[in-house]
């Protein structure tokens, strides 16, 4: 992947960027279901992954050298399937069968039922210990390839959570790059207002 970014870059994730939220917006709508707000606030982060950062062959998931991606806020699976279809894992006519019954595209992301999905979540916290256990295997393989993983801000109220943090700084896990989408909501309203998890910033330099 490119070492820094130019305007050529910047340009072509932006049109990514564009592409992947009017996809989820209407894989959504024909779904008639779905989380609209956690998908798209997650847009950004996930585009520079799959388009800039993250090292992966569409035409052969199971790569070796692959770096990892785990959704660990499950119910945003419309970006990770926008960002998979745009990337070529499968044909973009199969985002039209979002939630359906028997569909490779649950409302949370399966990797039995789709290649590109590196493990299946939605059980919220769950998603960094995951993480961590695959940081751990990498290590022990000698690989060079990278593991990232996505957190909702409402999802880190779990303690779970921050033991797995405690774990990957124990373990010097370098590999490991975690990523929190701080759109301060929750499916039960403000992130402030149910469970005030500020100075978010902080504990995680903590």
């Known amino acids: 992947m490119h070492a820094t970014l130019n305007s050529r870059d910047i340009g072509y994730l932006k049109e990514r960027a564009r592409e992947m939220r009017i996809n989820i917006l209407t894989m959504l709508e ?25 090292k992966h062959r569409p035409d052969d998931p199971n790569w070796s050298g692959r770096d990892r991606f785990v959704l660990s806020k499950g119910h945003a699976a419309p970006v990770l399937y926008a960002a998979l ?19 490779p595209l649950q409302g949370h992301p399966s990797s039995k039922l789709l290649d590109g999905v590196e493990i299946s979540t939605g059980s919220l916290g769950q998603g960094l210990s995951i993480a ?6 990498l290590r ?12 909702g801000d409402g999802e880190i109220q779990e303690g779970q959570v921050w033991e797995a943090a405690m774990s990957a700084s124990h373990y010097r896990l370098d590999n490991l790059c975690a990523f929190v989408d701080l759109n301060g909501l929750q499916i039960d309203g403000k992130c402030c207002d149910v469970m005030n998890i500020e100075p978010v910033n902080d504990k995680w330099k903590a």
């Open 30 to 54: 024909k779904s008639g279901s779905g989380h609209t707000g956690g998908s798209l606030s997650a847009v950004d982060i996930v585009t520079a992954l799959y388009f800039y950062k993250m």
């Open 85 to 103: 279809a745009i990337a070529g894992y499968f044909d973009k006519s199969l985002l039209d069968s979002l939630r359906r019954v028997g569909c």
């Open 140 to 151: 022990l393989d000698k690989s060079p390839s990278r593991v990232y993983c996505l957190l």
């Open 132 to 137: 961590n256990g695959i940081a751990l295997g």
